[in-house]
Protein backbone atom coordinates (compact mmCIF):
# COMPACT_ATOMS: atom_id res chain seq x y z
CA UNK A 1 0.00 0.00 0.00
CA UNK A 2 1.09 3.79 -0.12
CA UNK A 3 3.35 4.65 2.24
CA UNK A 4 5.65 7.79 3.04
CA UNK A 5 9.33 7.76 4.83
CA UNK A 6 10.72 10.87 6.48
CA UNK A 7 14.38 11.25 8.06
CA UNK A 8 14.50 10.39 12.12
CA UNK A 9 14.64 13.32 13.82
CA UNK A 10 15.90 15.18 16.06
CA UNK A 11 17.50 17.53 13.39
CA UNK A 12 19.35 20.39 15.55
CA UNK A 13 20.75 23.10 13.84
CA UNK A 14 21.80 26.94 14.35
CA UNK A 15 19.86 29.80 13.50
CA UNK A 16 20.14 30.90 9.80
CA UNK A 17 21.53 27.25 8.62
CA UNK A 18 20.20 25.43 5.83
CA UNK A 19 17.50 23.09 6.74
CA UNK A 20 16.83 19.96 4.03
CA UNK A 21 14.07 17.42 5.48
CA UNK A 22 13.96 14.19 3.69
CA UNK A 23 10.99 12.53 2.29
CA UNK A 24 10.27 9.64 0.19
CA UNK A 25 7.06 7.83 -0.93
CA UNK A 26 5.28 4.58 -2.13
CA UNK A 27 2.05 5.25 -4.10
CA UNK A 28 0.05 3.42 -6.74
CA UNK A 29 -1.41 6.35 -8.21
CA UNK A 30 -1.01 9.79 -8.59
CA UNK A 31 -1.06 11.15 -5.27
CA UNK A 32 -0.39 14.87 -3.89
CA UNK A 33 2.25 15.24 -1.86
CA UNK A 34 2.18 17.30 1.83
CA UNK A 35 4.16 19.32 4.29
CA UNK A 36 2.92 19.98 7.38
CA UNK A 37 3.35 21.72 10.93
CA UNK A 38 2.75 20.73 13.83
CA UNK A 39 3.81 23.24 16.83
CA UNK A 40 4.58 22.03 20.66
CA UNK A 41 0.68 21.35 21.90
CA UNK A 42 -0.87 22.36 18.58
CA UNK A 43 -2.76 20.37 15.73
CA UNK A 44 -1.13 20.54 12.19
CA UNK A 45 -0.86 23.28 9.91
CA UNK A 46 -0.66 23.00 5.95
CA UNK A 47 3.27 24.22 5.26
CA UNK A 48 2.83 23.74 1.44
CA UNK A 49 1.56 21.02 -1.18
CA UNK A 50 2.48 20.24 -4.77
CA UNK A 51 -0.28 18.19 -6.54
CA UNK A 52 1.90 16.70 -9.80
CA UNK A 53 5.54 15.99 -11.00
CA UNK A 54 7.92 19.00 -11.05
CA UNK A 55 5.64 20.98 -8.94
CA UNK A 56 7.21 23.26 -6.30
CA UNK A 57 5.65 23.90 -3.22
CA UNK A 58 6.86 27.08 -1.37
CA UNK A 59 5.27 28.73 1.45
CA UNK A 60 6.87 31.30 4.25
CA UNK A 61 10.42 30.49 3.21
CA UNK A 62 10.29 26.44 2.86
CA UNK A 63 9.71 25.11 -0.72
CA UNK A 64 9.74 21.01 -1.84
CA UNK A 65 9.62 20.18 -4.95
CA UNK A 66 7.64 16.87 -5.84
CA UNK A 67 10.09 14.53 -8.04
CA UNK A 68 8.31 11.19 -9.48
CA UNK A 69 11.65 9.90 -10.79
CA UNK A 70 13.24 9.55 -7.33
CA UNK A 71 9.90 9.16 -5.65
CA UNK A 72 10.68 12.31 -3.14
CA UNK A 73 9.28 16.04 -1.90
CA UNK A 74 12.18 16.85 0.16
CA UNK A 75 11.65 20.03 2.32
CA UNK A 76 14.39 23.08 2.47
CA UNK A 77 14.51 26.28 3.80
CA UNK A 78 17.76 28.33 3.36
CA UNK A 79 17.86 30.29 6.17
CA UNK A 80 16.10 28.80 9.35
CA UNK A 81 14.97 30.72 12.80
CA UNK A 82 14.12 29.88 16.13
CA UNK A 83 10.16 30.03 15.61
CA UNK A 84 10.67 27.33 12.94
CA UNK A 85 11.36 24.93 15.88
CA UNK A 86 8.28 22.51 15.22
CA UNK A 87 7.55 18.31 14.09
CA UNK A 88 7.25 18.00 10.43
CA UNK A 89 5.36 15.98 8.58
CA UNK A 90 5.33 14.47 5.32
CA UNK A 91 2.13 13.21 3.73
CA UNK A 92 0.20 11.99 0.56
CA UNK A 93 -2.88 11.66 -0.67
CA UNK A 94 -3.79 9.09 -3.21
CA UNK A 95 -7.71 9.58 -4.22
CA UNK A 96 -7.51 7.22 -7.33
CA UNK A 97 -4.31 4.59 -5.60
CA UNK A 98 -4.14 3.11 -2.27
CA UNK A 99 -5.38 5.67 0.19
CA UNK A 100 -8.23 6.45 -2.03
CA UNK A 101 -8.24 10.57 -0.70
CA UNK A 102 -7.23 10.06 3.21
CA UNK A 103 -4.05 11.38 4.14
CA UNK A 104 -0.93 9.21 4.53
CA UNK A 105 2.00 10.25 6.84
CA UNK A 106 5.14 10.12 7.50
CA UNK A 107 6.49 9.83 11.29
CA UNK A 108 7.75 13.51 11.64
CA UNK A 109 10.79 15.01 12.22
CA UNK A 110 11.05 17.39 14.94
CA UNK A 111 13.62 20.51 14.12
CA UNK A 112 15.09 22.49 16.71
CA UNK A 113 16.53 25.26 16.13
CA UNK A 114 19.34 27.28 18.57
CA UNK A 115 19.44 30.71 18.88
CA UNK B 1 -13.11 32.47 8.08
CA UNK B 2 -13.40 30.21 10.86
CA UNK B 3 -11.22 27.35 11.04
CA UNK B 4 -11.67 23.79 11.94
CA UNK B 5 -12.95 24.15 15.93
CA UNK B 6 -12.36 20.96 18.27
CA UNK B 7 -14.64 20.16 21.27
CA UNK B 8 -13.16 19.41 24.14
CA UNK B 9 -9.47 20.46 24.50
CA UNK B 10 -8.76 17.58 27.03
CA UNK B 11 -10.71 15.06 28.36
CA UNK B 12 -9.61 12.13 30.94
CA UNK B 13 -11.63 8.87 31.03
CA UNK B 14 -11.36 5.68 32.64
CA UNK B 15 -10.91 2.18 30.75
CA UNK B 16 -13.97 1.31 29.50
CA UNK B 17 -16.02 4.29 29.53
CA UNK B 18 -17.54 6.26 26.51
CA UNK B 19 -16.12 8.89 25.01
CA UNK B 20 -17.54 11.66 22.06
CA UNK B 21 -15.36 14.11 20.90
CA UNK B 22 -17.12 16.99 18.73
CA UNK B 23 -15.51 19.14 15.36
CA UNK B 24 -17.04 21.60 13.13
CA UNK B 25 -15.71 22.06 9.82
CA UNK B 26 -13.67 25.13 8.41
CA UNK B 27 -16.22 27.63 6.83
CA UNK B 28 -17.34 26.11 2.86
CA UNK B 29 -16.22 22.66 3.74
CA UNK B 30 -18.55 19.97 3.30
CA UNK B 31 -16.15 16.86 4.13
CA UNK B 32 -14.15 15.66 7.70
CA UNK B 33 -11.87 13.36 8.32
CA UNK B 34 -10.70 12.02 11.76
CA UNK B 35 -7.02 10.54 12.52
CA UNK B 36 -5.94 9.35 15.80
CA UNK B 37 -2.36 10.66 16.55
CA UNK B 38 -0.21 8.69 19.42
CA UNK B 39 2.64 10.58 21.17
CA UNK B 40 5.33 10.55 19.00
CA UNK B 41 3.82 8.94 15.60
CA UNK B 42 2.01 10.69 12.80
CA UNK B 43 -1.35 11.16 12.35
CA UNK B 44 -3.33 8.10 11.56
CA UNK B 45 -6.88 8.24 9.43
CA UNK B 46 -10.09 6.73 11.70
CA UNK B 47 -12.89 7.84 8.89
CA UNK B 48 -13.79 10.16 6.59
CA UNK B 49 -17.83 11.61 6.11
CA UNK B 50 -19.90 13.44 3.47
CA UNK B 51 -22.97 14.14 2.81
CA UNK B 52 -23.75 12.22 6.52
CA UNK B 53 -22.57 8.91 5.42
CA UNK B 54 -19.11 7.26 6.09
CA UNK B 55 -16.97 7.42 3.06
CA UNK B 56 -14.05 5.62 3.96
CA UNK B 57 -12.68 4.17 6.97
CA UNK B 58 -9.04 3.34 8.13
CA UNK B 59 -7.87 -0.17 9.90
CA UNK B 60 -9.78 1.21 13.36
CA UNK B 61 -11.79 -1.18 15.16
CA UNK B 62 -16.15 -0.27 15.40
CA UNK B 63 -15.22 0.95 18.82
CA UNK B 64 -14.76 4.02 16.75
CA UNK B 65 -17.66 5.65 15.12
CA UNK B 66 -18.63 8.67 14.05
CA UNK B 67 -21.17 10.73 12.68
CA UNK B 68 -22.11 14.05 10.24
CA UNK B 69 -25.17 16.28 10.82
CA UNK B 70 -26.52 18.24 8.12
CA UNK B 71 -24.69 21.73 8.67
CA UNK B 72 -21.51 19.51 7.96
CA UNK B 73 -20.28 19.40 12.12
CA UNK B 74 -19.48 15.98 13.25
CA UNK B 75 -19.00 13.82 15.95
CA UNK B 76 -16.45 10.87 16.81
CA UNK B 77 -17.07 8.30 19.19
CA UNK B 78 -15.21 5.91 21.10
CA UNK B 79 -16.94 2.45 23.18
CA UNK B 80 -15.49 0.54 25.74
CA UNK B 81 -11.89 2.59 25.71
CA UNK B 82 -8.43 0.90 26.39
CA UNK B 83 -5.22 2.63 27.84
CA UNK B 84 -3.92 2.70 24.22
CA UNK B 85 -6.93 4.95 23.10
CA UNK B 86 -5.10 8.13 24.57
CA UNK B 87 -3.68 10.23 22.13
CA UNK B 88 -4.19 13.12 20.21
CA UNK B 89 -7.37 13.05 18.21
CA UNK B 90 -7.18 15.65 14.87
CA UNK B 91 -10.51 16.43 12.74
CA UNK B 92 -9.87 17.79 9.75
CA UNK B 93 -11.50 19.39 6.73
CA UNK B 94 -12.01 19.70 3.10
CA UNK B 95 -14.19 20.61 0.54
CA UNK B 96 -15.51 17.65 -1.95
CA UNK B 97 -15.88 18.77 -5.28
CA UNK B 98 -12.86 21.10 -5.70
CA UNK B 99 -10.28 20.25 -3.49
CA UNK B 100 -10.39 16.97 -1.81
CA UNK B 101 -7.35 15.91 -1.10
CA UNK B 102 -6.20 19.46 0.35
CA UNK B 103 -7.12 19.18 4.31
CA UNK B 104 -7.10 21.85 7.22
CA UNK B 105 -6.79 20.09 10.59
CA UNK B 106 -8.18 21.52 13.95
CA UNK B 107 -6.43 21.69 17.23
CA UNK B 108 -7.13 18.47 18.06
CA UNK B 109 -8.61 17.12 20.91
CA UNK B 110 -6.08 15.66 23.98
CA UNK B 111 -7.79 12.24 25.76
CA UNK B 112 -6.43 10.40 27.93
CA UNK B 113 -7.34 6.95 29.68
CA UNK B 114 -6.79 6.00 32.90
Known amino acids: GDSVTQMEGPVTLSEEAFLTINCTYT??????LFWYVQYPGEGLQLLLKATKADDKGSNKGFEATYRKETTSFHLEKGSVQVSDSAVYFCALSDPWGGSQGNLIFGKGTKLSVKP | DAGVTQSPTHLIKTRGQQVTLRCSPKSGHDTVSWYQQALGQGPQFIFQYYEEEERQRGNFPDRFSGHQFPNYSSELNVNALLLGDSALYLC?????????????FGPGTRLTVL
Open chain 2, 92 to 104: ASSLALTDTDTQY
Open chain 1, 27 to 32: ATGYPS
